[in-house]
């Protein structure tokens, strides 16, 4: 079973701050994806890694994949009462490194992020 | 509209009673998988379907059946819950490959099993 290490749990900043979370496994996955969820309702996707190393922005985010696509981060900067919400890492299977198939996703812990006007 | 449709939203069963829950999605999307959601543990994968007949089990496939005899339906069985299958679940489908194209969630089942 892969496992997928997502830190912090919990985060409580005030507006304008910058936050990292991490995604962390001694697995390689073939994808990593970032989720925001809304109580209530079901995880929407932001972003797909894909390459080692490749880092893609989406406005005030900043996603990372590590080079040996085991790890992954999420930057947010300057932070928003708006950007409230739960983030969710989740790696994709490789079945070329570790056994498991395409399709199979490992979802981290989840981090709870609170951002204070 | 594009959507993946879960019912029922909400469900008090007993013991050891079978339960269904259907997903639905009007995508034509070949992958759909089943998720449960648990504080503190967050998404865990039960079973997923790359496409119609083809289904394998995710991280946490005992005391679930799936099924996919066509595109659009992806019902989950419990077929003698029990009060560990406590949960909120979500069904998601995506067109293909995870890595190039967006899966899709649905609005999630709360289940209680007494």
């Known amino acids: 079973t892969q496992l997928l290490e997502q830190s912090p749990q919990f985060l409580s900043i005030q507006e304008g701050e910058n936050l990292t979370v991490y995604c962390n496994s001694s697995?390689?996955?073939?994808?990593l994806q970032w989720y925001r969820q809304e109580p209530g309702e079901g995880p929407v996707l932001l972003v797909t890694?894909?390459?080692?190393?490749e880092v893609k922005k989406l406005k005030r985010l900043t996603f990372q994949f590590g080079d040996a696509r085991k790890d992954s981060s999420l930057h947010i900067t300057a932070a928003q009462p708006g950007d409230t919400g739960l983030y969710l890492c989740?790696?994709?299977?490789?079945?070329?490194?570790?056994?498991?198939?395409?399709?199979?996703?490992?979802f981290g812990q989840g981090t709870i992020l609170t951002v204070h006007p | 509209e594009a959507q993946v449709t879960q019912n029922p939203r909400y469900l008090i069963t007993v013991t050891g009673k079978k339960l269904t829950v259907t997903c639905s999605q009007n995508?034509?999307?070949?992958?759909m998988s089943w998720y449960r959601q648990d504080p503190g543990l967050g998404l865990r994968q039960i079973y997923y379907?790359?496409?119609?007949?083809?289904?394998d089990k995710g991280d946490v496939p005992e005391g679930y059946k799936v099924s996919r005899k066509e595109k659009r339906n992806f019902p989950l069985i419990l077929e003698s819950p029990s009060p560990n299958q406590t949960s909120l679940y979500f069904c998601?489908?995506?067109?293909?490959?995870?890595?190039?194209?967006?899966?899709?969630f649905g609005a999630g089942t709360r289940l209680s099993v007494l």
């Open positions: 998601a489908s995506s067109f293909d490959t995870l890595a190039k194209n967006i899966q899709y």
């Open positions: 697995s390689v996955f073939s994808s």
């Open positions: 890694v894909v390459t080692g190393g």
């Open positions: 989740a790696g994709e299977g490789h079945p070329h490194a570790g056994g498991t198939s395409y399709g199979k996703l490992t």
């Open positions: 995508m034509n999307h070949e992958y």
């Open positions: 379907s790359m496409n119609v007949e083809v289904t």
